[in-house]
């Protein structure tokens, strides 16, 4: 077994908005001072922008170009990064308030606020160059509404079904899920696994949490606990609810391109490490110390990621061998 990659405690950094790994080994970077960079492999600055604003990217496709989502006066609205050319246009408003990482030439999977959405991709980079009409309404694949208040924990998009992970005002927590093959929509409340402090990693057949507080901890598997969504279940769920400790719902990331990460905190600072995916059991572990939050991002291929925390320190490295491709700390 490997030893963790470890990244020492240090002063801050500018601080991180978001991280996109595109195609060729670029990562695209954006700070909250809307500062956006893209850098090589080497680390080299290939091209820099402001973006006023900055909220956080999303890769489209294959990795080429990423979308920019950003806070205006008037609201969100979106801009498309090409990698190539160094260009940024305008797509005009975007009034979503969740998405996913990752759009492909079909679709893209947002929540506006009242509902999770699959975006027709064609139509917003139709709005590209801000042709008339332009800023109307965006066509869409499907529209799921929600029935109750609450906040998305996770928007997901797994082989066979798209996903959303809600947590209602009454602290029920329901899993939406969407087919991609027949539509068919199904609604469950879930229960997580009692995992203490840190990161629970979703696929579709278990939830993966990190136990112990080692520099190697092990994995654990924990069956999804669904109940059904009927009337009954529902206020048997709410009463139990009432009755137990008040819990705050899981911090949770989903898998990306066969590619899981859970993390958990350790005496040290914070650890990840790879769940199964692939054909591998785990990859390398990163013992981060000195932060209490990270976040993961994948290249196109599955093959590096780039982990970095709330104080603007990040890492690129390979997820296979653990061999570290970018430091900025």
Not at 92 to 97: A, D, K, R, V
Not at 155 to 170: G, Q, V
Not at 249 to 262: D, Q
């Amino acid at each position: 077994m490997t030893s963790p990659l470890v990244v020492p405690d240090g002063p801050a950094l500018a601080e991180i908005a978001d991280a996109a790994l595109l195609s060729g080994g670029r990562l695209l970077l954006g700070y909250r001072s809307g500062l956006v960079r893209l850098l090589g492999r080497a680390g080299r600055e290939r091209w820099r922008g402001q973006v006023d604003g900055l909220t956080g990217f999303a890769r489209l496709g294959t990795g080429d170009r990423a979308l920019v989502l950003r806070e205006t006066l008037e609201g969100p609205d979106v801009q498309l990064f090409d990698a190539g050319t160094g260009r940024l246009l305008p797509l005009g408003p975007l009034p979503i308030t969740h998405w996913h990482g990752q759009a492909d030439e079909t679709g893209w999977l947002v929540f506006d606020g009242e509902a999770v959405v699959r975006l027709d991709t064609a139509s917003l980079l139709g709005r590209a160059g801000g042709a008339p009409g332009s800023d109307g309404a965006l066509a869409h694949h499907w529209r799921l509404p929600m029935t109750e208040p609450g906040r998305p924990l996770l928007l997901a998009a797994f082989a066979d079904a798209s996903a959303l992970i809600y947590a209602r005002h009454d602290g029920l927590i329901e899993w939406w899920s969407l087919s991609s093959r027949t539509l068919a929509v199904t609604c469950r409340f879930w229960t997580p696994p009692d995992r203490g402090v840190g990161v629970l990693g979703l696929t579709e057949a278990v939830a993966w949490s990190l136990e112990g507080t080692g520099a190697h901890p092990h994995l654990r598997a924990h069956p999804h606990a669904f109940t059904t969504a009927s009337r009954e279940q529902e206020r048997a769920l709410i009463e139990a609810a009432a009755r137990a400790e008040p819990a705050d719902p899981p911090r949770l990331v989903a898998a990306e391109n066969g590619r899981l990460w859970a993390a958990t905190a350790t005496e040290e600072g914070t650890l990840w490490a790879g769940v199964p995916g692939a054909n591998r059991i785990r990859g390398p572990a990163v013992l981060w110390q000195g932060s209490g939050s990270l976040r993961a991002r994948f290249a196109p291929e599955g093959d590096a990621a780039a982990v970095f925390d709330e104080r603007g320190r990040l890492i690129v490295f390979e997820t296979v061998t653990g061999q570290v491709i970018l430091r900025l700390i």
